[in-house]
Nanobody
């Protein structure tokens, strides 16, 4: 059974940093594309960053230059390092996985974690 568990959220002041983790279980995830999404209060869920099986990385404009996605395949874990946080980054952050191996585009995220709350105070 595939399971994704996010952690690392919290309350931080504007300009601060957080590192989110997404621990995956149920199979080996090194062959799959994984992504981070977020949903702010009163907003729709939006893409934040993605990392492919071959290490290619993708970012939404909102996080470019501030956020870094990475993965540790030995630990089945994906990370999102967030620096220079802004109040508008306040959201629940989710990780998700596309379980079709070796995808390079047109991702479909089949499994989602429960989310971790990030609150950035001004």
């Amino acid at each position: 059974q595939v399971q994704l568990v996010e952690s690392g959220g919290g309350l931080v002041q504007a300009g601060g940093s957080l590192r989110l983790s997404c621990a995956a279980s149920g199979r080996t995830f090194s062959n799959y594309h994984m992504g981070w999404f977020r949903q702010g209060p009163g907003k729709e869920r939006e893409f934040v960053a993605g990392i492919s099986w071959n290490g290619n990385k993708y970012y939404a404009d909102s996080g470019k230059g501030r956020f870094t996605i990475s993965r540790d395949n030995a630990k089945n874990t994906v990370y999102l390092q967030m620096n220079s946080l802004k109040p508008e980054d306040t959201a629940v952050y989710y990780c998700a996985v596309d379980l079709r191996p070796y995808r390079s585009s047109s991702y479909e995220y089949e499994y989602w974690g429960q989310g971790t709350q990030v609150t950035v105070s001004s």
